[in-house]
């Protein structure tokens, strides 16, 4: 499956305006740095290879890295998928996108591909990805909302998104996680899968798409159910 070109189908369907999904009503983190701490500690933790097992990565799949950065997981997730996997490695941020693309080039990747986004779209193509890994980013998506009701389309049949966090308010560079399980059900995602088990702190769930997209107009908010202090 080649995701190189990125071109979107339904593309109508896509384009609903942003005015049109509700607001979070909560907190945004301001966007840190590119990367969430050192390349060497995390792998002496052995998040990386921990987390690709618990999502079930293999040779073969097809993965979004959304939210890429300096691409720490960008990497390891093209080594183990191997030649016939994909690894999309997506960001807002210009210059992140520019040095991984310089960093898959000198490492020969080329089952990366590089894409970026918008605060509010994801801007993948459709039905393409067995995974979406969401990495240490999701607080900071300014309108959860639509750009979750963007990226659905882009799972393949049985596709899932893997969302590793803390359990922190959403100003202070984190989600508590009944919040973002409201918020992901808001736009036809149900978990499947969550645990604590990291090493370097935070957690990881698992969501998959539940029956049909909403609306945008009928999306409810989580803001009432969960206020945050």
Not at 85 to 99: F, K, P, S
Request: one cysteine or more.
């Amino acid at each position: 499956m080649l995701i190189g070109g990125c071109q979107q189908s339904g593309a109508d369907a896509q384009n609903a305006p942003v005015m049109e999904f509700p607001r979070p009503e909560r907190t945004v983190s301001a966007i840190g740095d590119t990367e969430f701490s050192t390349e060497a500690a995390r792998d002496q933790a052995g998040e990386a290879e921990y987390v690709m097992d618990w999502a079930g990565v293999q040779l073969g799949t097809t993965v979004a890295d959304i939210g890429a950065g300096e691409g720490y997981y960008t990497i390891r997730l093209a080594d183990r998928v191997g030649p016939k996997g994909r690894v999309l490695a997506q960001d807002i941020n210009r210059g992140a996108l520019d040095r991984l693309g310089e960093r898959v080039t000198r490492e020969q990747l080329d089952n990366v591909a590089i894409k970026e986004g918008a605060m509010d779209d994801p801007r993948l193509p459709e039905n393409s990805f067995d995974r979406i890994f969401m990495v240490h980013m999701y607080h900071e998506i300014k309108q959860p909302y639509a750009f979750l009701w963007r990226m659905r389309p882009a799972l393949a049949k049985g596709g899932q998104v893997i969302v590793v966090d803390r359990d922190r308010a959403t100003h202070q560079h984190g989600i508590p996680p009944k919040l973002l399980f409201c918020e992901f059900e808001s736009v036809g995602y149900r978990l499947t899968g969550f645990t604590e088990e990291l090493n370097l702190g935070g957690y990881i769930a698992r969501f998959e798409v539940n029956g049909a997209r909403p609306a945008p107009s009928a999306i409810r908010t989580c803001a009432s159910r969960y206020p945050q202090s």
